[in-house]
């Protein structure tokens, strides 16, 4: 008995939190479309999610190119039979696809989606989001829309950068380390590269920065109790927006490459 | 006889099993200032929050210029609250913005005045509260308790609200500062002829910028008159309250030692 009203309240409040998610989505993509457009302050969040995160993204996908193609290689050595081309494959669509968006997209919920949840959070507990209220401001066109809207807008071209700097990564380890034909390895790269692989990668960076911005900014909007509380909204982001953003890479993958 | 400007009638809150408001009922006439006094934890700051509609109230009505406001949200909320002006208790500024931006928030953001027209405005409304030009480019967060809240007060003005609400103005700061906010508290709604309504448990506040006295206790208002006539009140809750005592009818939730 206790057993089942234990699983039951677990559920109850479990599709209670899914019930407030969604409302607060609802409200915050209604507030994205509809103006005014405080046009200011999505050109600084642009500027705070997308041009500061720039050094970390081409840090992360610059390494994760050049592991690829190294370890590709190890691989290949003991049965190799065309391993160059093969490589070249591998790195560009790998990084296009898959590990491009999904590496930045954590990146990114690490570094701007906590600090979204943590200052609107601050703004909470402080009640500085009461204070814009009495202000006649709405908080979700004030602080909610300016930064989902700049987080979709900006993921696709850090993302597009990220993957540039990935291959590139891929090419230093090939050329340089794996001595590959540096011509070959660029036409292989050019030709085995479908619009289709950059589209899925430009989707999931659309979706991830909604996810990371629109979980910071619920966490931060929802917490109470004062520093603590604060804390605890970043961790949620950061914990809630990258599972949500391993289970939607997967299923958008599984949508456009799926048989 | 016109609507009073605020008018509570039976408003009830509570928290989980906690009945923080009991049944509230207060009318607040155009002009006038009164003030709320009470214990800590009392409700006043909840009070605030329901006639600003930051907090739904369980029961009870809440009219403005007798229009009721319980559970308007949207634009109709937003065109309700460019009516009223709020210095929060603890100031509550926006501290990714500089002090004049704080001080012309509601014109810029509420109004949809420009920057530059703005400017000039929260310029004259820091220096109206006393605050020197250049204070203007620095962050509230450099600032001190007392200088916070004349920039909440400057914020709260700026709009000019028909009606103005501070929620204990005084609290933190010392005695000759909080004098100098009450002096600008009764200067701006004098000038501006807003009413106000002010929640402090500082006596000496209330007797300063008030005409009227309500008294919130256990959820409900147990006495409310003119300011003189507090002295005189026969009423043993405002006796114990105004005269600071520890022993009286007021319980206190804390364990004697
Ligand atoms: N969001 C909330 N959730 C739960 N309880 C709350 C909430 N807001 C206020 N309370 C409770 O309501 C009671 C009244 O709070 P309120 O802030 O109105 O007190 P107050 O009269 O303004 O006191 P003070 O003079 O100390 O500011 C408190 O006991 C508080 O615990
Ligand atoms: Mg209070």
Redesign the pocket.
Known sequence: MTAVQTIGRVFLAFLELVGQVTMFTLVAVSHCLRPPFYFRLIGRQMMEIGYYSLPVIALTTLFAGMVLALQSYTGFQRNSVGAESAIAEIVVLSITRELGPVLAGLMVAARVGSSIAAEIGTMRVTEQIDALVTLSTNPFKFLVAPRVIAGVATLPLLIVIGDIIGVFGGYIVSIYRLGFNPTLYLKTSWDKLFAEDVITGLVKAAVFGFIITLMGCYQGYNS?GGAQGVGAATINSVVSSSILILILNYLISAMFFGT | MTAPKIRLQGVRKK??A?V?LDGVDLDVMAGESVVII??????????L?CILGL?TPDAGEIAIDGEPVIGVGGRERERINAKIGMLF?SAALFDSLTVWENAAFGLIAGKGMSRREARPVAMEMLARVGLDAKFAMMSPADLSGGMRKRVGLARAIAIEPEILFF??PT?GIDPIMGDIINELIVKCTEETGATALT?T?DMASARKISDRIAM?YKGKIVWAGPTGEIDRADNGIVQQFINGRAEGPIEIDVRRL
């Open positions: 109470r | 928290f989980g906690k923080v009470g214990g800590s934890g009392s409700g006043k700051s909840v009070t929050k907090m208790q929620d204990e609290t929640i448990h919130l």
